[in-house]
T-cell receptor, first 114, second 114 residues
Framework: NAGVMQNPRHLVRRRGQEARLRCSPM?????VYWYRQLPEEGLKFMVY????????ESGMPKERFSAEFPKEGPSILRIQQVVRGDSAAYFC????????????FGSGTRLTVV | SQQGEEDPQALSIQEGENATMNCSYK?????LQWYRQNSGRGLVHLIL?????REKHSGRLRVTLDTSKKSSSLLITASRAADTASYFC??????????????FGKGTKLSVIP
């Protein structure tokens, strides 16, 4: 019973490139959340998705960032034309429902923009 | 200050001592959760306390919640070197919209010296 799987664990991109972060939720979980953690900070909510639906993207920057959770396959967080300020740890969590509890977090993807 | 602020920012104790971390928040909550994050790793859920609960125990962990003061504390008794980590509180709001969003504080860095 694998937990939330995120890959890659570490990602290095040059300024202007695209970054794709993947998240496979726990088995039986249909709700996925993305959070970003800047150095020495807590996690900040970015987006909440269910299969084929974006429920709440209020925490996502308006430009360059997008997220999807297709019917088949993992959830993808996509950052286009990365800048140094995008360097952070990106965590995915999943839950069986949006009850406000029961979250399981992945180990995160550490993005470094050089 | 932001929702879910931990205090102190850093705490260093000897193995065997107790560690107490505090968390303050601003808005009404459905529940409050504590997480642990080992260096460079994901978050591990420790304990959840609902707004109608005042105290909860789990092994060496004791959590209290004072909704009148909008504060919570996490006590780790008889600390071990393996408890060295960052500890975050996260709140879930009371209102129905956005009730899935966890709002994290910046965390307390706990160092337990063997």
């Amino acid at each position: 019973n694998a937990g939330v799987m995120q890959n890659p664990r570490h990602l290095v991109r040059r300024r202007g490139q695209e970054a794709r972060l993947r998240c496979s939720p726990m088995k039986g979980h249909s709700h996925v959340y993305w959070y970003r953690q800047l150095p020495e900070e807590g996690l900040k909510f970015m987006v909440y998705l269910q299969k084929e639906n974006i429920i709440d993207e209020s925490g996502m920057p308006k430009e360059r960032f997008s997220a999807e959770f297709p019917k088949e396959g993992p959830s993808i967080l996509r950052i286009q034309q990365v800048v140094r300020g995008d360097s952070a740890a990106y965590f995915c969590a999943s839950s069986p429902a949006d009850l406000g509890y029961g979250y399981t977090f992945g180990s995160g993807t550490r993005l470094t923009v050089v | 200050s932001q929702q879910g602020e931990e205090d102190p920012q850093a705490l260093s104790i000897q193995e065997g001592e107790n560690a107490t971390m505090n968390c303050s928040y601003k808005t009404s909550i459905n529940n409050l959760q504590w997480y642990r994050q080992n260096s460079g790793r994901g978050l591990v859920h420790l304990i959840l306390i609902r707004s109608n609960e005042r105290e909860k125990h789990s092994g060496r962990l004791r959590v209290t919640l004072d909704t009148s003061k909008k504060s919570s504390s996490l006590l780790i008794t008889a600390s071990r070197a393996a408890d060295t980590a960052s500890y975050f509180c996260a709140t879930v709001p009371l209102y129905s919209a956005g009730s899935y969003q966890l709002t994290f504080g910046k965390g307390t860095k706990l160092s337990v010296i063997p």
